[in-house]
């Protein structure tokens, strides 16, 4: 038998040159965002002072590709395709029979998936003339992101940062900084709804949606900015599904078949972008893959979240949106993964999940690290503290494997690398890292608070 290929690599001229918008296939129908102040479904015309006119048609199309334009092929190209990779020595170190792969989205400029939605979402609005971006961000991988996108096109980039973020991350903001961005800490006192927050919250760690009520403030301030977001809404999704397709790509060329594919979940980008080129195969019966979400015990959307609608934002200027929610007000703890602390998972995701299309677990962020550690010493790949809810997976199923003898085929996305989130490992080593439970002692009851404040829909 041949010995197995740890690196999978796809040559440049194999890389896909559309994304798969998994709207046109879905079984349900989608509910729409709906406009907040009428509560009737959004059209072209609300989103405009946001967002530019190629990426106001793939949020509500139902064309099942989108042409990646070459201009944005060419940027890919830098890091693209990127590499599927067998993990062969944590197979040993966990003595299952279940082939383990992990596709490797830190190989990109940002050290994350994120640039795949960066550097279209700065192309068209660029075409479109805007010569300015802002957006929040939460452990800073978006925001390195937008920022090398913007410098690709010559574009300012204004940058507010989870004030939990910007204090424990200095080296995501210097990033930033040196592709050439302007980060605040946020909640600032540079917008309306940054100060409120400071008022009403003093001494706050932030979170994403006060971070993107100051993007979006400062974003429709201007016609010449336009405002980007990193996750949740479906352009962004369906940005992210050139991840799935080159996995496809990749296990056809070594002739595997997956039983399960993981990917952690904080908005949903990353696990959308693996999955649902998965989804399509599996709902053409070519494919039976489980799919498994994971996420924070911390910021549990989807296993502790209700379905309703709800704002995008803490301050409520964004549509309103069919998500499973622990409310727009959550405040979640200042968990080292800081690009999981959101309040809703993504319509698209939300909506796949509540239907059945998806299993979702929660993990606490102690047993996430160990994972992690356990990964870098076999694989020597430090991942992301995000990235380590689906390493953790990864290793229980693993585990789970090796018990009952399972021959499975295990494919998890590997969002990140974890090289500027050294402190966090380094709060891991020394034995400084709470559990979650630990984290927010509290959770029950700020759960209690923020679902009695979600927004009562009128039937248009």
């Not at 194999?14 to 709207?23: A, L």
């Not at 992101?145 to 210097?174: H, I, N, T």
């Not at 003093?202 to 336009?226: K, M, N």
């Not at 379905?307 to 200027?317: C, P, Q, R, S």
């Amino acid at each position: 038998m041949d010995a197995p290929q740890h690196r999978i690599t796809l040559a440049e001229s194999e890389m896909p040159t559309r994304w798969y918008n998994i709207v046109a296939d879905l079984p349900e129908p989608l509910p729409p965002m709906l406009h907040p102040g009428t509560h009737e479904p959004v059209g072209p015309e609300d989103l405009a002072p946001l967002f530019p006119p190629a990426l106001i048609e793939q949020e509500l199309g139902t064309e099942r590709y989108y042409d990646i334009p070459e201009e944005v092929q060419e940027v890919y190209r830098l890091w693209r395709p990127s590499p599927l990779i067998r993990a062969t020595r944590l197979e040993r170190e966990l003595g299952t029979p279940a082939r383990l792969y992990v596709k490797y989205e830190g190989v990109s400029p940002a050290g994350s998936h994120k640039p795949n939605s960066a550097v279209p979402q700065a192309y068209y609005n660029h075409q479109a003339g805007i010569t300015r971006l802002t957006t929040e961000t939460g452990a800073g991988q978006w925001g390195a992101s937008l920022a090398f996108a913007c410098a690709q096109y010559a574009m300012e980039c204004e940058v507010w940062q989870v004030a939990g973020s910007f204090d424990s991350k200095p080296y995501r903001r210097l990033m930033m900084e040196t592709f050439g961005a302007q980060v605040h800490r946020s909640p600032s006192d540079l917008t309306e709804a940054g100060r409120v927050i400071q008022a009403s919250h003093p001494g706050t760690t932030g979170s994403l949606g006060i971070a993107i009520s100051e993007a979006v403030e400062a974003a429709v301030q201007s016609p010449t900015t336009s405002y980007a977001l990193g996750s949740v809404l479906n352009h962004v999704l369906l940005h992210q599904t050139i991840i799935g397709e080159e996995t496809l790509l990749q296990l056809a060329k070594v002739g595997e078949t997956p039983d399960l594919l993981i990917g952690c979940t904080g908005g949903g980008s990353n696990f959308a972008g693996l999955a649902f080129p998965f989804l399509r195969e599996t709902w053409a019966g070519r494919m039976t893959p489980a799919l498994r979400a994971v996420e924070p015990a911390a910021c549990p959307s989807l296993t502790r979240g209700t379905y309703a609608y709800d704002f995008g934002d803490v301050a409520g200027m964004t549509p309103l949106m069919k998500m499973h929610t622990l409310g727009s007000g959550f405040m979640p703890s200042a968990i080292h993964a800081g690009g999981l602390r959101y309040h809703g998972m993504a319509p698209l995701v939300s909506h796949l999940y509540h239907h059945g299309h998806l299993e979702a677990v929660a993990k606490e962020q102690a047993e996430c690290f160990d994972a992690g550690a356990l990964f870098a010493r076999c694989e020597g790949i430090i991942p992301a503290p995000e990235s380590t809810h689906a390493i953790a997976e990864l290793v229980a199923e693993g585990r789970r494997c090796a018990e009952s003898g399972e021959e499975k085929v295990v494919v998890v996305g590997l969002s990140g690398h974890g090289h500027l989130e050294l402190p966090a490992y380094g709060d891991h080593t020394a034995g400084r890292l709470r559990s979650s439970a630990a984290d927010d002692p509290d959770l029950d009851a700020h759960l209690r608070g923020s679902m009695a404040a979600l927004p009562e829909v009128r039937a248009s």
